[in-house]
Structures are given as C-alpha cells and as structure tokens.
C-alpha cells in the first residue's frame, strides 16, 4: 500500500522536474535500499531543487542518497533514481494542515451623526456631525471662516439659509461639519 502522504505530495511532484517513479526495486547505488519513492533526474535537477518540491531539506536528500557527494549536489546525473522518502525523520512529511485564518471582527456599523442639539431650525442635512450655537452679532460670513468652509457648504448643510443670510436666528444651532 502507498502511504498516504506520496499522494498528498503526488501533484507537487508532478510539478518538479524530476520524474517521480514511485518504490523503485532498480534504484541506483545513490538511492538507500530502504527508500519506498524514488525520483528520476533530469537535465538541470539539483539536491536542493528536488527536496524543495518534496518538503525536504537538502541535507535529508543527500543523508538518503549516500552516493550523492555534497560537491555533485549542484548537477545530478540524469536518469539517474534518487530517493526522496525513506520514512525517517527529515523524510517526505506532509505539511501541517493550514488554519484557515479567523474570520475578521464584524465591522463596526458606520459612524451615525450625534444626536442634534436643540433648538435648531429646519431644514439641516441628517449628515450632520458638528454644531455651532448662532450668537449676536454673527454673520454667516463670520461662522464660515471661524471654522474653515464655504458659503456653499455652509448653505448646503443649513437649508433654511436664504439667499443673503439674514435669517439666522439667535440661540439656534447651525450645522458646520458633515
């Protein structure tokens, strides 16, 4: 029987361009007699390339091939069967399954504007997040530059606000910020 971590590996060995030829009664002297998956070498293969692609490090590679000096690691002899698994320790493991990451915080439903103060006059945006309590003498000229926006705005947020301003009511709220 196969143990089951070569066919958790088996399509990641598809990939590696070594051919994968499973328990290979014909190994080569490079391979361990004990070994139970063996792969075929082809032109450009390394130690450190076929260990990647099997979850291995080159040093577990190099201790199942014996016959596999550390200066021949660079440039392994094609056709050549080396063993990738041999079921000791450093050999073909399967990963660790991956935690699916936890789910995210439900977000925080949107910001709602702060409860108006009263008394203001109507109508003013629902959007509103900042207040101005109107007091003698202001203009909306002078509210509009004491906080930093235009007349548009200004008239924009405060739909009560005729044409030329007069109609800003002492004691009343005004909305200066969305």
Same mark, same amino acid.
């Given at each position: 029987m196969v143990p089951s971590r070569i066919v958790l590996l088996f399509a990641a060995a598809v990939a590696a361009s070594a051919v994968?030829? $499973?328990?290979?009664? /014909?190994?080569? @002297?490079?391979?361990?007699?004990?070994?139970?998956?063996?792969?075929?070498?082809? /032109?450009?293969?390394?130690? /450190?390339g076929i260990a990647a692609v099997f979850n291995i490090d080159a040093a577990a590679f190099r201790r199942m091939n014996p016959g596999v000096a550390a200066a021949d690691c660079s440039h392994l002899t094609v056709g050549t069967t080396y063993c990738v698994a041999d079921g000791s320790? $450093?050999?073909?493991?399967?990963?660790? @399954?991956?935690? @699916?990451?936890?789910?995210?915080?439900?977000?925080?439903?949107?910001?709602?504007?702060?409860? @108006?103060?009263?008394?203001?006059?109507s109508p003013i945006t629902d959007a509103c997040r900042s207040w101005h309590l109107v007091s003698k003498g202001e203009t909306c000229t002078r509210?509009?530059? /004491?906080?930093?926006?235009?007349?548009?705005?200004?008239?924009?947020? &405060?739909?009560?606000?005729?044409?030329?301003?007069? &109609?800003?009511?002492?004691?009343?709220?005004?909305?200066?910020?969305?």
């Amino acid at each position: 029987m196969v143990p089951s971590r070569i066919v958790l590996l088996f399509a990641a060995a598809v990939a590696a361009s070594a051919v994968l030829t $499973g328990p290979d009664p /014909a190994a080569t @002297p490079a391979a361990a007699p004990h070994c139970y998956l063996h792969v075929k070498a082809r /032109a450009g293969d390394s130690c /450190a390339g076929i260990a990647a692609v099997f979850n291995i490090d080159a040093a577990a590679f190099r201790r199942m091939n014996p016959g596999v000096a550390a200066a021949d690691c660079s440039h392994l002899t094609v056709g050549t069967t080396y063993c990738v698994a041999d079921g000791s320790e $450093g050999s073909l493991e399967p990963s660790p @399954p991956k935690t @699916p990451p936890s789910p995210s915080p439900p977000k925080s439903p949107p910001l709602s504007p702060p409860t @108006p103060p009263t008394p203001r006059q109507s109508p003013i945006t629902d959007a509103c997040r900042s207040w101005h309590l109107v007091s003698k003498g202001e203009t909306c000229t002078r509210i509009e530059k /004491a906080v930093g926006i235009s007349h548009t705005q200004f008239r924009k947020w &405060n739909g009560f606000i005729d044409d030329d301003c007069s &109609n800003l009511w002492l004691g009343y709220y005004c909305c200066i910020g969305v």
